[in-house]
């Protein structure tokens, strides 16, 4: 009988390469700063490039609203949970982190997209932020990974209180944006377990 092929990421909590990682996530976060430099050279007029609910036009602002933020305090608050989630989320490796990425990214920014006030214009990195919450806080019950759940309950007690930011009400917070980039993350993490299931093993013949 063939041995069934191991899991690739089940259970794993933290990266294969925890030092590369960390670099390339201060690399990301170093990039945000720089985008946020130009912004403030550019006369703030970068940030317009967000999203702008249902305007054909500006569809491409899905692509550049996680970039971009309102002004340094913004970018300072979602900085240490951007650095922590998005190291985590590369346990499975840095093919899955950029797959599970994308999807957060544009389906966090689509949703936003159908479904923002009218006249608004929607930008940061809090939508990725929810969404590698959400994603790191359910593959372990999608994968049946004690370990990973484990994982979640300290982060849910250490950061579940943010959660809140995808209900509606607060004013200048894109709750959209965490909504849906939430639903991503959710998402993509069954996504992650449905992948890394062993294929059935067939008796030899």
Do not use: K
């Not at 809140?164 to 944006?177: E, K």
């Amino acid at each position: 009988m063939t041995a069934p092929v191991p899991r690739r990421t089940i259970g794993r909590v933290l990266p294969a390469a925890p030092g590369r990682s960390a670099v390339t996530m201060l690399v990301f976060t170093v990039f945000l700063y720089v985008v946020e430099v130009a912004d403030v050279i550019s006369g703030q007029t970068l940030q317009f490039n967000g999203i702008v609910p249902r305007d054909t036009g500006d569809l491409d602002g899905i692509l550049w609203a996680p970039l971009l933020h309102d002004d340094w305090a913004h970018l300072a608050a979602n900085t240490l949970p951007f650095l922590i989630f998005g190291f985590l989320a590369m346990a499975g490796g840095i093919r899955q982190f950029v797959l599970v990425t994308a999807t957060i990214w544009l389906l966090g920014g689509l949703g936003v997209w159908l479904t923002g006030d009218d006249n608004s214009y929607h930008i940061g990195a809090s939508g990725l932020v929810f969404g590698w919450l959400a994603f790191l806080l359910t593959r372990g019950f999608f994968a049946r990974s004690g370990r990973q759940i484990a994982v979640a309950i300290v982060l849910f007690l250490v950061w579940g209180g943010i959660l809140f930011g995808v209900l509606p009400g607060q004013p200048g917070i894109s709750w959209q944006a965490h909504l849906f980039g939430a639903a991503a993350g959710v998402l993509a993490a069954w996504m992650v377990a449905r992948a890394d299931r062993p294929e059935p093993v067939l008796p030899a013949t």
